[in-house]
């Protein structure tokens, strides 16, 4: 194991180059292949191939030790991580992965990245399993479609881009609430039939136009694109010599969203309320001997996991400028779910590089057209049958695999020197 | 000797410094009698013990006095006043337990199993939890204190950040005494605490009660450990087929004809095995609720 510690300045140095070649990596990747649409028969297996590489290489790095170590030293400095990871999001425009195709890819990831990241609350967290989870993206979608004072929207009301997300998350948190509380009466199987149900009723009401606010299947087009000081999201930007893609504020405003949405995760995680989620998980009746109230706790958890969707579903909405019910049906509840697990529950690496994956595959295996699907399922059941704790684990499943950990002696031989200290000072 | 031994049937008056008490408790599981009409007081300062035979209802007598299970008649009072019928309640007013079968949160270290018995103790509402302010920090500070304070109390700081999962069998048990006590308790109750340990560690548990109640907590114990029990306990209950046989203190406990009948009255081998601890029926496996 790798225990060096290095100057501050250097470890500082160290992560900057470590996030600007993840960076390029991320780039390389994305456009490996080919730019998107472009027509190139061979992208895809160019594509896979390279993904292969980067995942040996991958592989090779955390046999040594070395990735761990870079986490470690990412630990230690936290805030300067966070800032230097948010940079480098927010440089990736400037590099070859900068065309208007994949800053909408980029985007929509993210709109999933957020709403995993919510889900994984519920999921990750609480341990509650919800199968009908992109109802809560819908709704948030349908409420800002309605406000968003396109024509075919019920409401004739055009409410500022902010405020709108805050009405959006509000009013899936309600959702979230009703949903989960049933969660006092049901457990394991049977929420996760009422979770589905929902989902269900969801997808077949926004069908139905219900209330004239979802379109039915016309859906609502038109959304207005997000403008700021004149500048529509949907058009190249110009900063001074520099010329952006189209689509590049986007993928900033949702870099910003999916940041925020990290840092509540991050905080709650490591909160009374966060730790009572997690004992739930663990064992729900130990949870109430100490005194959690396991029935609003958890309710919470599906509110703000709702809320958290809501406000992507919001930004969703604009992005696309169409919502229909066909964006929320069953099979993306289940992508998010997979994204989730895929990536390693209860964490935001995980969830972001899940979501990543899940939409970034189908993108590059297009030219594999009808076997899309099948290689799509294939590489998941690979990546499962091989790393069940998911691609980023939490630190604590992680330490179930490797329990000697790097800074500590080992711990002294159990039960005789654990009687002799205990004796010792009682 | 029917003097001081009483049987207990003729019911404990709740007297001044009961904490808990139960009265004429019966619990039924369908056809089964699980606890047949049983009362009796905990005292401030005290420590009981609680013995019996397995399937005997001393775990049932223990879920219904943390409102886990309701009984089917009868009543359990915490200072005078009705048992709240949640668990989670029972706990912030000042009752906590440990399980027969350990019930610690595996996959969160030690120090995490602590922190979440502060639970009941902390404030923070959401909005604190979500942008981590200064109110936040400090009781973060305050629960992190304590819960140092608590692994130490119980000997086991050198594991704080070991996974629960992880922990030696008899250190598990300890962790799960600290986490109940994080939830400042005045009465605690021990649900086999050192089944499974051997003579060493039992004497550290024995220590440890002993130190418990010096902090003005009142306990009771189950234990299949005679020995361990007459050595602890100020007072002993002997639980036989959901009946209270037998209460008096140690003394009169192991000299009473009905509780050398109950025990010798089984098989030798298992006299044997309680009195040195053993479980021979594995109740180990039982789950509760
Ligand atoms: N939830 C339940 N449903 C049905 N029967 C139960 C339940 N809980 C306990 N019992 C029954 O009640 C009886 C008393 O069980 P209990 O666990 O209280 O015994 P115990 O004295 O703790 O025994 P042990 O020494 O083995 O732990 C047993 O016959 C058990 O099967
Ligand atoms: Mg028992």
């Known amino acids: 194991m790798w225990t060096w510690r290095l100057g501050r300045w250097v470890e500082w140095a160290l992560l900057l180059v470590v996030f600007a070649l993840v960076l390029m990596l991320v780039a390389a990747v994305l456009t490996s292949g080919g730019q998107g649409s472009a027509a190139n028969v061979y992208s895809g297996a160019v594509f896979l191939s390279f993904l292969g ?58 709109v999933y990245a957020a709403t995993a990241i919510g889900l994984n609350i519920v999921v990750g967290l609480a341990g509650l399993l919800d199968l009908g989870y992109v109802a809560f993206l819908g709704i948030g979608a349908f409420v800002a479609a309605n406000l968003s004072g396109a024509a075919a929207a019920q409401l004739d009301i055009s409410v500022p881009f902010p405020l709108v997300m805050v009405i959006s998350a509000v009013v899936a948190g309600i959702f979230g609430a009703i949903v989960g509380s049933p969660t006092l009466r049901v457990r394991g199987d049977y929420l996760a039939i009422v979770t589905l149900a929902f989902g269900e009723i969801f997808v077949r009401s926004a069908q139905n136009n219900i209330g004239g606010l979802t379109g039915g299947s016309n859906a609502i087009p038109g959304i207005p694109a997000l403008s700021l000081f004149g500048q529509s999201f949907n058009e190249r930007l110009d900063i001074g010599g520099l010329r952006l893609a189209p689509g590049v504020l986007y993928y900033v405003l949702i870099v910003l969203i999916v940041a925020a949405v990290m840092l509540v995760f991050a905080n709650l995680k490591n909160s009374r309320l966060g730790r009572a989620w997690i004992a739930i998980r663990e064992d729900e009746d130990a949870a109430r001997a100490m005194g959690v109230r396991t029935g609003p706790i958890k309710i919470l958890a599906f509110l703000i996991g709702a809320m958290l969707a809501g406000l992507a579903g919001a930004f969703f ?37 899940g979501a990543s994956i899940l939409f970034v595959l189908p993108e590059k295996l297009r030219e594999f057209s009808d076997y899309r699907l099948l290689l799509f399922g294939i590489a998941l059941v690979l990546i499962m049958r091989f790393r069940p704790q998911g691609l980023v684990p939490d630190a604590h499943r992680r330490a ?12 002294p031989p159990p039960s005789t020197a654990g009687a002799g200290a205990k004796a010792g000072q009682a | 000797m029917n003097e001081s031994a009483t049987t207990v049937t003729d019911a404990v008056a709740p007297q001044r410094g009961t904490l808990l008490a139960a009265s004429g408790v019966t619990m039924q599981f369908g056809g089964l009698t699980a606890l047949n009409d049983v009362s009796f007081g905990l005292r401030e300062g005290e420590i009981i013990g609680l013995i019996g035979p397995n399937g005997a209802g001393k775990t049932t007598l223990f879920n219904c006095l943390t409102g886990l299970y309701s009984p089917t008649s009868g009543a359990v009072t915490l200072n005078g006043s009705p048992l709240p019928q949640d668990p989670a309640r029972v706990t912030e007013q000042g009752v906590a337990r440990t399980f027969q079968n350990i019930r610690l949160f595996p996959s969160m270290t030690a120090e995490e199993n602590v922190l979440v018995g502060r639970h009941v103790r902390m404030k923070q509402n959401p909005l604190s939890s979500l942008l981590h302010g200064p109110g936040f920090r400090r009781s973060e500070a305050e629960a992190a204190e304590r819960t140092a304070k608590l692994l130490a109390f119980v000997g086991l700081t050198r594991f704080s950040d070991e996974l629960a999962r992880n922990l030696p069998y008899g250190d598990q048990r300890r962790l799960e005494i600290a986490r109940a006590l994080a939830t400042d308790p005045s009465v605690l109750l021990l649900d086999e605490p050192t089944a499974g340990m051997n003579a060493q560690e039992t004497e550290a548990t024995r220590q440890l009660i002993f130190a418990i109640r010096d902090l003005g907590i009142s ?6 450990d005679t020995k361990f029990i007459f050595t602890l306990c100020d007072r002993v209950l002997v639980l036989v087929q959901g009946q209270l046989l037998v209460e008096g203190t140690p003394d009169e406990v192991r000299g009473d004809p009905r509780v050398v009948e109950a025990y010798l009255g089984a098989p030798p081998e298992e006299v044997e095995a309680q009195v040195h601890g053993v479980d021979v029926h594995g109740s180990e496996g039982q789950e509760q609720g």
Do not use: Q
């Open chain 1, 400 to 411: 179930e695999l490797a329990p000697e950990t790097v800074d500590e002696p080992p711990p």
């Open chain 2, 219 to 224: 306990v009771v114990v189950i234990e299949h």
């Open chain 1, 53 to 110: 590489a980067v995942g040996g290489l991958l592989g090779a790095l955390h046999a040594s030790g070395l990735l761990t170590w870079v986490a470690a030293v990412s630990e230690r400095h936290r805030v300067f991580s966070i800032v230097v990871l948010l940079a480098c999001a927010l440089l990736l425009p400037f590099t070859s992965a900068g065309t208007e195709y994949w800053m909408t890819v980029a985007a929509n990831i993210g």
């Open chain 1, 317 to 353: 909405a604009h992005k696309t400028a169409t919502v229909s019910y066909e964006s929320f049906r069953f099979l993306e509840s289940v992508t998010l779910l997979a994204a989730v697990i895929l990536g390693g529950m209860g964490t935001i690496p995980g969830a972001v590089l």
